[in-house]
């Protein structure tokens, strides 16, 4: 159905008996797009809108007049201190009071310019087309309407009395978290001298006191805002250095959520003394409209829990791969020797893969029932996978969860939060060779091992490893489509990922907890060991508490994942390329199939491998980058970047270079630069 043309609109307003909220709402509903992503329609109603008032004086001025009014008598605190800032509740409180509110909403109080926003933006795409309306559309709508063009002054004077108090009342809120006994843990020291937390409120209170002495007597010189916002940087350092103590010291939901928010506090403390202190003209037009924008935004999106949601799912998995990150650069080889000690761990873990492997098919040729079957299965896989940890061998698919947060912390350091295509390829590079040496060292170590165990076994006992409808069994499952393997090996690429997200967040908990300093001083370990071995253990347990706990419950995901396709009567199994290769070395050494063929499945094993990969690796960079809030950014430019690195130096795809040519090679990038 078309809209009616701006006179007719113009017309029903002045009519109706409307107040401010209803008087919005009825011109945004005119304003508002059919598609959300295309603006063009709301400009051409808004030259419309303008070209009508101007022809209409009279009319203009009583919508004028009726705005004026109703913004004069309104309260705007809340709607700068309220919205687009998390709540001081937490998240479930919040989502059960939002849930409430759609269920049984409360009454709109029409004099709170938090309710009327709401009111009048009431669609959930309308975050889409207000954020991408251009500042110049905004403007000329705010002046067609006589909104925050000065001139009414009893309007502007309301909205800066409003902004001064929400200034002190923002102020006072940031330095109060300084209290808080998640900083206090964090660092002490904060509450043992003047932070920069109560500085920038002292700052605050007085360049406000100072403002509003200029506002009644105009000959008065006022401060300006320059030590203040010095004060405020101080703040967010100060914010960015307890994030870090927070990677050593543990983190926590509601850390994260406190710290988030008052970086929010911050932000909009700068903002609201964009709108006070304007160098020129267009500098208030630029702060009035980014400010107006911002909070039509937000309150748009606060229509669902969806928003919500989103925002704290963001909360938790930074909480989670900060910790994770932080471990990934241990998986990123430079040196030559880094890579040969990476190629000698996955070999190792390639050695034990072969007997796990081996131990799987015998406890499923014993004929058990599907649950006992399948708890012998998972504590086979997750105490070899623990076994793997404590050997300091490698898992090549354990390595891009973590190598992924490292990809997003490297994107986060950057000045503009996306990535530099020429340091994500080379670091995408080396990232790659080392998961290629970690999963030749699996492989090329798992498939030759079970060969030698097969035929080993097969001379002592005269008869092979695995009987022909074994052997079927597991031929079978390595067929990438008919058998479904590449299926099952994305299966097994999800648990490899949350696999990771289980490791940082027991890392996390290790640290916050200061877990090891309880065993340290435990009252039965005090009793049984001496100083020395507990204050070892608890070292130990201190560094690889969520690799264990990761690496068991890697385990049992793998373990289960069958048992539950047989409860579901669903085809869920995993493939896992290190033991997909110790099943074909254990399938040659049974049967000896031809050379062909033997390369034929050593391909189907490859593929396993570059799905677990890809999945994992996917997964976790994904969570990753919207933890930070940062983004990849041209993804063509880093492909390009990449493939320019790989025709320059095609070796390194697979080999470091050695360290002359190291050397020269980041000089060369910092002389680019």
């Not at 990677?247 to 710290?259: C, Q």
């Not at 165990?453 to 490893?465: D, E, K, S, T």
């Not at 648990?495 to 996390?508: E, K, P, Q, Y």
């Not at 070892?536 to 385990?555: E, Q, V």
Request: proline share 4%; glycine share 8%; net charge negative.
């Amino acid at each position: 159905m078309p809209k009616q043309d701006a006179e007719h609109l113009l017309a029903s307003v002045e009519d109706a008996d409307l107040d401010l909220a209803e008087t919005l709402r009825q011109l945004v509903d005119w304003l508002r797009p059919e598609d959300p992503r295309n603006v063009a329609p709301v400009i051409s109603r808004i030259e419309q809108l303008t070209l009508a008032l101007g022809e209409n004086p009279r009319l203009q001025d009583r919508l004028r007049e009726r705005l004026e009014d109703g913004l004069e008598d309104a309260r705007h605190l809340t709607l700068y201190t309220g919205i687009g800032l998390f709540s001081r509740k937490g998240f479930f409180r919040e989502a059960a009071e939002l849930i409430y509110e759609r269920i049984n909403p409360r009454p709109m109080d029409r004099r709170d310019l938090k309710d009327v926003l709401y009111h009048v933006f009431h669609q959930t795409n309308d975050a889409a087309w207000v954020a991408a309306l251009p500042d110049d559309a905004w403007w000329r709508l705010l002046e067609a309407l006589g909104c925050l063009t000065g001139e009414h002054p009893g309007v502007l004077q309301r909205a800066r009395e409003e902004i001064l108090y929400a200034l002190e009342m923002l102020s006072i809120w940031v330095a109060a978290e300084e209290l808080e006994p998640e900083l206090l843990r964090l660092d002490p020291s904060i509450a043992e001298h003047n932070s920069a937390f109560v500085a920038q409120e002292r700052e605050i209170s007085a360049y406000v006191r100072d403002y509003r002495a200029a506002l009644e007597a105009p000959d008065h010189e006022r401060m300006d805002d320059r030590h203040a916002r010095v004060l405020l940087e101080q703040c967010s350092e100060q914010i960015a250095r307890l994030r870090q103590l927070a990677i050593t010291h543990g983190n926590s939901l509601s850390l994260t959520h406190l710290l988030e928010r008052l970086d929010q506090t911050l932000g909009r403390i700068h903002k609201l003394l964009d709108l006070l202190e304007p160098d020129a003209d267009r500098d208030t037009r630029a702060a009035s409209v980014g400010v107006f924008r911002e909070l039509i935004t937000i309150s748009a999106r606060q229509h669902g829990v969806r928003a919500l949601w989103q925002d704290n799912i963001k909360l938790v998995s930074r909480s989670i791969t900060q910790q994770v990150s932080d471990t990934g650069e241990h998986y990123i080889t430079q040196s030559r020797g880094e890579y040969f000690q990476m190629l000698r761990s996955g070999a190792g873990a390639g050695l034990i893969i072969a007997v796990m492997a081996l131990i799987k098919i015998q406890i499923e040729s014993l004929g058990l029932s599907h649950a006992v079957n399948t708890l012998w299965v998972s504590l086979n896989y997750g105490l070899g996978f623990v076994l793997i940890h404590i050997l300091h061998f490698t898992v090549a698919t354990k390595q891009p969860a973590m190598t992924a947060a490292r990809l997003a912390a490297a994107i986060e350091e950057s000045e503009r939060g996306t990535a530099d295509p020429r340091t994500m390829a080379d670091l995408l590079m080396r990232v790659g060779r080392s998961q290629f040496a970690a999963v030749l060292g699996n492989v090329g170590i798992a498939l030759p091992t079970a060969i030698l165990i097969g035929l080993f076994a097969a001379g002592l006992f005269n008869a092979p490893v695995l009987s022909g409808r074994e052997v079927d069994y597991l031929v079978d499952g390595l067929h990438p489509i008919m058998g479904l393997a590449l299926f099952f090996a994305a299966i097994a690429g999800v648990w490899l990922f949350v696999s990771g997200l289980i490791a940082g967040f027991f890392d996390n908990r290790c640290a916050y907890l200061d877990l090891p300093g309880r065993l340290r001083e435990h009252p039965l370990l005090r009793r049984l060991l001496p100083t020395e071995a507990r204050h070892r253990l608890a070292d130990w347990i201190g560094h690889n508490y969520g690799a264990l706990i990761g690496n068991f419950l890697f385990g049992v995901l793998l373990g289960v994942t069958g048992y539950v396709g047989y409860l579901l009567n669903l085809p869920l199994d995993i493939q896992h390329v290190a033991f997909a290769s110790a099943n074909l070395g254990y399938v040659t050494a049974s049967e000896a199939p031809g050379l062909g063929m033997f390369v034929l499945f050593l391909g189907f094993v490859l593929l396993i491998g570059a799905v677990n990969l890809w999945v994992s690796f996917g997964l976790a960079l994904y969570v990753a980058l919207r933890a930070r809030g940062v983004r990849i950014g041209t993804f063509g430019r880093v492909v390009r970047a990449y493939g320019h690195h790989l025709r320059e130096r095609p070796g390194e795809f697979l080999f470091p270079p050695g360290a002359q040519t190291t050397t020269s090679g980041g000089d060369d990038e910092s002389d680019a630069r």
